[in-house]
């Protein structure tokens, strides 16, 4: 297995390793599904396309950075012909006639799909539990969570089983299980990718987000998935990026010239183990150049109750779609219309889905809705205003990815404790920003992986990208 995908790529493309190869290798590693990573494998289809790709290669050569290249997709994307259950019995059955965007996309940079990943249902949850098809296990330690939603496709980039695996960020979920795991995870800015076949959660938040091995794989995915879609309306017209180029061009063991702006209330509420790992990356970028400014992000503490308001909100009204007719799991025996809605979204959801039905339907209930849903908007735009202000003294903002280490399964966390885990990863999907996760060692308590985030400016993500790449290079060198 090669470090990243940018090595492997090399290789293929200088015909030293072939990617039936490397398809067989990831699928090795997968073995039997031993931790759970992924609700479909899709082995003989991955084989085959890996195949016809080494008939490309041999023939005319590597296309793209992903050409040849194994990986996964969460199971929030549709994918057509194969089953995309949004890791719920509401979707046990349901195979999509159509290809969403990203799984588009991919297919055509000749990418290898293993298979789709584990995760809470319909992207609800930070420890995967919430899920119709078994948790996802943590390989470093089987006692302590992967992180959600995006658990499974997290696993399997670290169990190796893909080089590069796409997972979905409304309100952290590829940072902070790529934080429980060490990998590096980029959401990037809100609009930059479609969300054209993406099982909708809380539309204004949501975005399509990678996790892999280095920084520079981030781009070449983001480069590979930023072409315009007329099919989302929401998506900023902005195709065709070359962030790729962008970090090669301007690579470099320095951070000279570069602010980054961090708010120390932020590093403070953090568990001592985090809290000294933090600073010894807010260190490490000093000695490596940049200068450190304070900033302050105010509003950013009321972000959870904002976001449990909002993402909500928008999720009983998209999920409003799953009524036992016209997709996937439809309650036997009823007698009546009503009655096979009720009992199909009854039985086909699990508890924490109906809990946020039920909290964004009364949001947004006649009579609440000014008091809940319209004030949370207000305080949303204070939150991305904090940050608007924040830029006005730095190029990025430093925070942490989660106040602990991944935690125990035995904990048991209330929902509110578990809702409290997505505090700094939270405010940055409520400003629509691009944000790196990036590993920065282990805990001095329990050994767990531990990272913080670089956040950007909105539509930033090139240069975002592009500094983060020369932090990591400036560390390991
Ligand atoms: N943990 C958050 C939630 O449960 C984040 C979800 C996400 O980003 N999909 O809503």
Redesign the pocket.
Same mark, same amino acid.
């Given at each position: 297995m090669f470090a990243d995908i940018f090595e492997a790529h090399n290789k293929l493309k200088k015909k030293e390793i072939s990617s039936a190869e490397l398809t067989a290798e990831c699928l090795k590693n997968l073995g039997a599904n031993k931790n759970n990573s992924f609700i479909s494998i899709t082995s003989e289809l991955a084989l085959e396309s890996a195949k016809k790709v080494d008939q490309e290669i041999s023939k005319s050569g590597v296309s793209s950075y992903l050409h040849g290249i194994p990986y996964s997709l969460k199971d929030l994307f549709i994918t057509k012909n194969i089953r995309t259950t949004a890791g719920s019995k509401m979707l046990h059955n349901y195979i999509p006639p159509y290809e969403g965007y990203v799984a588009k996309m991919l297919k055509k940079a000749g990418g290898v799909l293993v298979g789709k990943t584990g995760c809470?249902e319909f992207?609800?949850? +930070?420890s995967n539990d919430n899920t119709a098809y078994g948790p996802v296990t943590n390989p470093l330690d089987p006692n302590y969570v992967p992180g959600? +939603? +995006?658990g499974g496709s997290a696993i399997s980039v670290l169990e190796k089983s893909s080089y590069f695996s796409m997972g979905?960020? %409304?309100?952290? +979920?590829?940072r902070?299980p790529a934080n429980f795991c060490g990998l590096v995870g980029f959401k990037p800015s809100y609009g930059r990718i479609s969300r054209y076949g993406q099982i909708a959660?809380?539309s204004s938040?949501?975005q399509a987000a990678p996790f892999g091995n280095s920084v520079l794989d981030m781009a070449i995915i983001l480069d590979q998935l930023t072409e315009n879609d007329p099919n989302d309306s929401t998506q900023a017209p902005l195709g065709n990026t070359k962030s790729t180029e962008y970090i090669l061009k301007n690579e470099k063991a320095s951070l000279k010239g570069f602010k980054v702006g961090y708010y120390p209330e932020f590093i403070e509420n953090c568990r001592e183990d985090v809290q000294k790992n933090l600073k010894e990356s807010l260190e490490k970028l000093r000695s490596l150049g940049a200068e450190l400014v304070e900033v302050e992000l105010p509003h950013s503490k009321y972000s959870v109750a904002v #976001?449990?308001i909002i993402?909500t909100s928008e999720a009983s009204s998209n999920l409003a779609r799953f009524d036992g007719i016209h997709y996937g799991y439809s309650a036997k025996n009823q007698t009546g219309l009503e009655q096979v809605y009720v009992a199909s979204r009854s039985e086909g959801f699990c508890d924490?889905v109906k809990r946020?039905i039920l909290l964004g339907t009364f949001c947004l209930s006649s009579g609440y809705s000014d008091e809940y849903f319209n004030h949370a908007c207000k305080v949303r735009r204070l939150i991305r205003t904090d940050f608007d202000k924040a830029y006005e003294k730095c190029d990025f903002v430093f925070s942490p990815v989660c106040a602990t280490t991944s935690f125990r399964r035995d904990e048991d966390l209330t929902p509110l404790q578990? #809702?409290m %885990?997505?505090l700094y %990863?939270?405010p940055v999907?409520l400003a629509g920003l691009p944000s790196i996760a990036i590993p920065n060692g282990t805990s001095s308590q329990n050994k767990m992986p531990t990272g913080f985030q670089l956040i950007g400016k909105a539509f930033d993500d090139e240069r975002l990208l592009s500094f983060a790449h020369n932090f990591m290079k400036g560390v390991k060198s």
């Open positions: 809470d992207g609800m949850g +930070s959600g +939603s +995006s979905t960020d %409304t309100g952290g +979920s590829v902070l959660y809380g938040l949501d #976001y449990y993402a924490e946020r578990m #809702y %885990t997505d %990863t939270i999907n």
